[in-house]
């Protein structure tokens, strides 16, 4: 799409942004956010999510937390993949911070959500 001069619109960014993540590749995921980032591509929501999601399963949960924290709106499903994403990172302790977070913003969780904020038990010291 670049050598052709195509840049694509929103859904295609997303759709790059998930198989950066699924495949891994942080190298290509911190491209990809800098691309959109120098091409002032909107961020909605959508593609805010993906982004975090991408930057949690390359394995980089700073890069992540900044686009999170960038996001001007947050649905339920940023939230969760938030909280999963500290929950997959060992910090039970954000996971329910976020939670908590989620709860004052008004945003009702679902059941995924109450299926991440469990499973922090097991990471809290008895």
């Known amino acids: ?3 052709e001069g195509i840049k694509g619109d929103r859904v ?3 759709e790059v942004v998930s198989v950066c993540g699924y495949l891994g590749a942080l190298g290509l995921a911190k491209w990809t956010h ?3 980032e120098k091409n002032e591509i909107n961020c909605d929501m959508r593609l805010g999510t993906a982004l975090f999601d991408m930057f949690g399963r390359c394995g980089d949960p700073q ?5 999170f924290d960038n996001m001007a709106r947050r649905d339920v499903s940023a939230w969760t993949a938030a909280i999963g994403a500290m929950v997959m990172q060992g910090n039970g302790e954000r996971a329910l911070e976020l939670f ?3 709860l004052k913003q ?6 995924v959500v ?3 904020v469990p499973s ?6 008895y």
Request: charged share 25%; glycine share 4%.
């Open 1 to 3: 799409m670049q050598t």
């Open 12 to 14: 295609t960014k997303v």
């Open 34 to 36: 800098v691309y959109i």
């Open 63 to 67: 890069s992540a937390m900044k686009v």
């Open 100 to 102: 908590d977070d989620m």
């Open 106 to 111: 008004g945003v009702k969780p679902d059941e």
């Open 114 to 116: 109450f299926e991440a």
């Open 120 to 125: 922090t038990n097991s990471m809290q010291p």
